[in-house]
């Protein structure tokens, strides 16, 4: 339905704007869009009037008509439409599909409903620029972005969820909240992070520093640039060059920015001969990585130029490989719960067992990296998806999907193994038996990236973050000036346990004050008048609006500590 509503849109956007060029217009997961290539801008204004045109279309009941044509007969077809020519030039086939309503053709594969009034109730949404085949080298286009639902209240339903995201986006909030901000002409795809986002930033680091060095792992530091040689070796030069950033000449030598960690750790590994008594090794890094992305790609923090990876790397024993891959999978369930997933989906991705000459790494090592996988998710209960064929070549892994409040999946963590690398490298161990031996390697990213685990943090608590996360815990609020000082005295002792919280004195009226503190999502206001002086207690205000009434000091200091435990 949705694929045959872009079809539709694209005949009015035709109609209303002669000369349009059409580009693609597919569905997507709970919409569509086209792009078209216009004589003018389009605006939001433009939509009702698309939005009116394809309802005479849709009333007109036109069916959709599926036509076999060569090649030639294409061309003609679409003479006047560059973007559908070059398309058809591309396609190996030499018999094509074009699909007419009305008198509107289509160069399109299909399928479509069988007629235009089976379309049901439909919203066009926004309007995107989109560069030609996603190059950001060709034209860029106008993209109409359109939804449609077979009924009115599953549209509504659905619209209502869209505000409700667009509500929570991290991009807005953070810039409400004043927590990141992106500088254009600073460089693009590369977060700033203010005070009080680089606060939240130190909590997160420590918790991450506190678990890991709880959890057994060791970390370490690496640096931001390796010469040429090293990116050889480690494979990236053949397969990443793309994404990596141009190299800078050292001493005649050349040198890249790190587009990952994994070959620094491996460095360290071979600082000396290992043993078989020293695995397995757990070292992990929040080591900042840069990676070329096209601009268009960009979005907020979900998707940035320069990130920090919560990289770890275990290196074991064969013997070992069950044992760690169960503890690994268990620290990530821990860590994520620690931020408040608790939701989430598993995939196990695998080989293609009729292609096994594809994958690094023997028969024998593949069975048992695969069957640990399988042996950790039974153990702990956990209903995954199998995917066959959708392991790297360097080994199979487990993603977990994280789910946020609104009910999207983020891919989050991953586990992969490596039998790649510890090749490449010759990385090897002495073993019980006084023989050298290759131990197996995992990859495991656990937050996946600091910048954009927070920008999902900021989505999935709508910037209402825990207390114990939240980069001012409490705002307290003197109703007048004569109640300065004692907020004062408050926030001086509520600072000398450790809270964070600030004195707002400024000369306005306190339901304004609250207003805001509301609106910078600050847990707790803490209000102080002639009788919380005299009582020596603070009036309890939440975020929520709920009134918790009066707490003495010590009360409010148990209350907000209740709430950092549980971390809520």
């Not at 709880?214 to 030069?237: C, K, M, N, Q």
């Not at 268990?330 to 096994?356: A, C, H, I, T």
């Not at 003197?478 to 919280?501: F, M, T």
């Amino acid at each position: 339905m949705r694929h045959s509503a872009s079809h539709v849109m694209a005949e009015a956007v035709v109609t209303l704007f002669p000369g349009a060029r059409l580009g693609i217009g597919p569905a997507t997961g709970d919409g569509f869009y086209y792009d078209f290539d216009l004589p003018r801008p389009l605006a939001l204004e433009d939509l009702p009037a698309i939005e009116d045109e394809m309802r005479k279309i849709i009333a007109a009941d036109r069916p959709f008509v599926r036509e076999e044509v060569d090649k030639a007969k294409a061309r003609q077809v679409f003479e006047s439409q560059p973007y559908k020519l070059e398309l058809i030039d591309e396609l190996p086939e030499e018999s094509l599909s074009i699909y007419h309503h009305g008198s509107f053709a289509d160069l399109c594969r299909g399928p479509h409903l069988d007629s235009t009034d089976q379309i049901g109730a439909f919203k066009l949404l926004n309007i995107a620029g989109a560069y030609w085949r996603g190059d950001e080298h060709r034209p860029m286009l106008q993209r109409i972005y359109g939804t449609a639902f077979e009924t009115q209240s599953r549209l509504d339903e659905h619209l209502k969820r869209l505000t409700e995201i667009e509500a929570r986006d991290h991009r807005k909030l953070a810039r409400q909240l004043d927590l990141i901000s992106f500088h254009e002409e600073a460089g693009a795809g590369l977060a700033y992070w203010h005070p009080k986002g680089g606060l939240m930033r130190v909590l997160i680091e420590d918790y991450w520093r506190k678990q890991h060095y709880e959890g057994g792992y060791d970390i370490v530091f690496t640096p931001h640039i390796g010469r040429a040689h090293l990116w050889e070796t480690s494979g990236h030069l053949d397969f990443y060059k793309d994404s990596m950033y141009s190299p800078m000449e050292i001493d005649g030598q050349e040198y890249y920015i790190k587009p990952m960690n994994c070959p620094f750790h491996i460095m360290i590994y071979r600082t000396k001969l290992r043993s078989y008594r020293e695995l397995p090794l757990r070292w992990a890094e929040l080591g900042t990585v840069y990676r070329y992305e096209r601009s268009g790609t960009l979005h907020g923090l979900l998707r940035v130029r320069g990130f920090t990876q919560d990289d770890a790397h275990i290196f074991c024993t064969p013997e070992q490989i069950e044992d760690e891959i169960l503890r690994v999978l268990d620290f990530s369930l821990n860590m994520l719960r620690g931020f408040g997933f608790d939701d989430y989906k598993v995939e196990l991705s695998v080989r293609d067992p009729q292609k096994p000459e594809k994958y690094a790494g023997s028969d024998a090592m593949w069975r048992q990296a695969e069957a640990s996988l399988v042996k950790a998710l039974e153990a702990r209960n956990l209903p995954h998806e199998r995917q066959e064929g959708e392991a790297v070549f360097y080994g199979p892994k487990i993603d977990i999907k994280i789910m946020d409040a609104l009910g999207r999946l983020w891919q989050c963590s991953t586990i992969q193994f490596d039998f790649n690398i510890p090749e490449r490298f010759d990385l090897t161990f002495i073993g019980e038996d006084g023989r050298e031996q290759r131990p197996y390697m995992v990859h495991r990213a656990l937050l996946g990236s600091l910048e954009r685990f927070f920008g999902v943090l900021v989505e999935h608590y709508g910037g209402a973050f825990p207390v114990w996360l939240a980069p001012i815990q409490a705002v307290i609020i003197p109703i007048s000036d004569r109640h300065v000082d004692y907020a004062k005295q408050v926030e001086a002792e509520l600072k000398s346990d450790g809270l964070r919280v600030q004195v707002d004195e400024r000369p306005e009226r306190m339901n304004l004050k609250i207003r805001e503190a509301q609106l910078q999502k600050v847990p707790y206001m803490l209000v102080v008048g002639d009788k919380e002086v005299a009582a020596a207690q603070v009036s309890i205000r939440l975020r929520t609006g709920d009134d918790l009434g009066k707490q003495s000091i010590s009360e409010f200091k148990a209350t907000a500590r209740a709430a950092i435990a549980a971390r809520k």
